[in-house]
């Protein structure tokens, strides 16, 4: 695996060593020996899919409250989807950034997201399938988010949102000196 850092501390795209022949290819999605060895979250008790059928389906951006915060495995497994992830860490030098990345069936590419950030995608194409590997359990009472279009972070999506839940529609702004709760 290929691990390359992001501009945002602690999060990196993650690019797989394929070891071809005239059979196909094999590569590792992932090793604990690896992700540990960089200082990563390398257990992870829950893996989710979601599946969207329609292009323009934006699911996002959500949070969890302290102490359930969720490091995050994604990779986009049918389909292509924008990923986006903005640092709410307390403190951090890149506080209220954010950051994108093309995750496709094709390219194969992953986005490793530390505990501490929102998280969202935009999907680019009919029925795209995301996978998730979780560093958490599911904490019901825990999940937060904020705006997709919040202008104080000023995410520039590739294209126009036509899917939005009316959750993730009306998460409040964020301001930096809270929580976005």
Same mark, same amino acid.
């Given at each position: 695996?290929?691990?390359?850092?992001?501009?945002?501390?602690?999060?990196?795209?993650?690019?797989?060593?394929?070891?071809?022949?005239?059979?196909?290819?094999?590569?590792?999605?992932?090793?604990?020996?690896?992700?540990?060895?960089?200082?990563?979250? !390398?257990?992870?008790?829950?893996?989710?899919?979601?599946?969207?059928?329609?292009?323009?389906?934006?699911?996002?951006?959500? $949070?969890?409250?302290?102490?359930?915060?969720?490091?995050?495995?994604?990779?986009?497994? !049918?389909?292509?989807?924008?990923?986006?992830?903005?640092?709410?860490?307390?403190?951090? @030098?890149?506080?209220? *950034?954010?950051?994108?990345?093309?995750?496709? @069936? *094709?390219?194969?590419?992953?986005? $490793?997201?530390?505990?501490?950030?929102?998280?969202?995608?935009?999907?680019?194409?009919?029925? @795209?399938?995301?996978?998730? *590997?979780?560093?958490?359990?599911?904490?019901?009472?825990?999940?937060?988010?904020?705006? $997709?279009?919040?202008?104080?972070?000023?995410? *520039?999506?590739?294209?126009?949102?036509?899917?939005?839940?009316?959750?993730?529609?009306? $998460?409040?702004?964020?301001? @930096?000196?809270?929580?976005?709760?």
């Amino acid at each position: 695996m290929i691990f390359t850092p992001t501009k945002l501390s602690g999060a990196f795209v993650i690019d797989l060593e394929l070891r071809t022949d005239t059979r196909g290819f094999f590569a590792r999605s992932f090793c604990e020996r690896e992700f540990a060895e960089r200082g990563l979250c !390398a257990k992870y008790p829950q893996c989710n899919i979601s599946y969207n059928r329609q292009r323009g389906t934006l699911r996002g951006m959500h $949070y969890n409250r302290t102490p359930h915060e969720e490091a995050k495995l994604v990779r986009c497994q !049918a389909g292509s989807i924008y990923d986006v992830i903005v640092d709410l860490r307390p403190g951090s @030098a890149t506080l209220g *950034q954010w950051m994108g990345v093309e995750l496709t @069936a *094709q390219n194969r590419r992953m986005l $490793y997201i530390p505990k501490g950030f929102a998280h969202g995608f935009l999907t680019l194409s009919d029925h @795209a399938e995301v996978f998730y *590997q979780m560093s958490e359990f599911y904490v019901p009472d825990a999940g937060l988010g904020l705006r $997709y279009d919040d202008p104080g972070i000023g995410i *520039q999506w590739p294209e126009a949102a036509v899917e939005v839940s009316d959750r993730d529609r009306t $998460y409040p702004d964020w301001h @930096a000196e809270g929580s976005g709760d």
